[in-house]
């Protein structure tokens, strides 16, 4: 009987037809790779560039701002945060750094939405704090002479006593709000910053039920007595008293609420003429209808 004679090119070796078609799929599968790496490195700056997947800050889409606003919203935030020249709608992140960054804009309460659009569009859904009062404070300095300075002014505030840009207020327009006289000290807050004294967020909450009305029954103030137990009083033009009593969700047992006391504001306005030049009797708002005498000037 004959040996076989099979070489290391046979079954197994490298001219065996299933290693030569191996290596030929190797051959095109590298092939193919090396043709998609360059492709990519020559059209990749195209469409990285590629304009409908690129936005600049200034064309978001914002909420429009009402009309005690001033500011440019947009110019403001890309102002103060630098953000890019243009933001990319391929990147993950952006609907995330887009909120985050909004809502350090003072005037923005929340950023409710934030949505990406083909081609090159970018919405943003905001709401917008609202002013109900100016604090009145008195700021303190020295002057590069090292002379000492103070001066009285009013700090705007909405109903959560968040400080908003006093820049974007007129003297005029600032003077058309309830004004708060609690503590004039003044400490450096910055616009965006909450006040910290608890008793001016209640009465910025005060303002906030009467700012409708505010000017019609020509209110002049928001003043805390804590002689004798603490409560806020309203002070009209003519120096009537108003006592309102605690803040609204705060009130005491047997304590009106603040929607109530409203009401027999407006009710006495319309009975008694409250709005009028003339002093009338104070009221006690606590009990919603007590006439509880004369103005007390002695107080002040």
Not at 73 to 90: A, G, H, N, Q, V
Not at 246 to 269: D, F, T
Request: glycine letters at 4%; one cysteine or more; aromatic letters at 8%.
């Amino acid at each position: 009987m004959s040996r076989s004679t099979q070489t290391p090119s046979g079954l197994l070796g490298l001219g065996s037809p299933a290693v030569r078609q191996l290596l030929l799929c190797v051959a095109i599968a590298a092939a193919f790779v090396l043709m998609m790496v360059a492709g990519w490195n020559h059209y990749a700056d195209q469409f990285a560039s590629r304009e409908e997947f690129l936005v600049a800050p200034r064309d978001i889409m914002i909420t429009p701002p009402p009309a005690w606003i001033h500011t440019d919203i947009l110019s403001d935030i890309d102002e103060k945060f630098k953000l890019p020249e243009k933001l990319d709608l391929r990147d993950r992140e952006l609907t995330n750094t887009i909120a985050s960054t909004f809502a350090m804009q003072p005037w923005i309460r929340n950023v409710q939405k934030v949505v990406k659009q083909y081609p090159s569009k970018i919405l943003v859904e905001v709401e917008y704090r609202r002013p109900v009062a100016a604090v009145q404070v008195t700021y303190s300095y020295t002057d590069k002479q090292g002379v000492s300075w103070t001066r009285d002014g009013k700090v705007p505030i909405d109903i959560e006593g968040t400080i908003l840009p006093p820049k974007d207020f007129s003297e005029t327009a600032i003077s058309q709000y309830p004004q708060i006289v609690i503590d004039k000290k003044w400490n450096d807050y910055s616009a965006g910053m909450q006040w910290q004294d608890t008793r001016v967020v209640d009465a910025a909450k005060i303002a906030a039920e009467l700012l409708p009305y505010w000017k019609d029954l020509k209110l002049k103030q928001i003043l805390l007595r804590e002689e004798g137990g603490s409560h806020y009083e309203l002070e009209m033009a003519d120096n009537t008293r108003i006592v309102w009593g605690s803040a609204p969700g705060k009130e005491l047992p047997q304590e009106a609420p603040a929607k109530h006391k409203v009401q027999v504001i407006l009710q006495k306005a319309a009975e008694a003429n409250l709005s009028s030049n003339t002093a009338q009797p104070s009221l006690d708002l606590r009990t919603a209808s007590s006439v509880i005498g004369k103005p007390d000037t002695a107080r002040r």
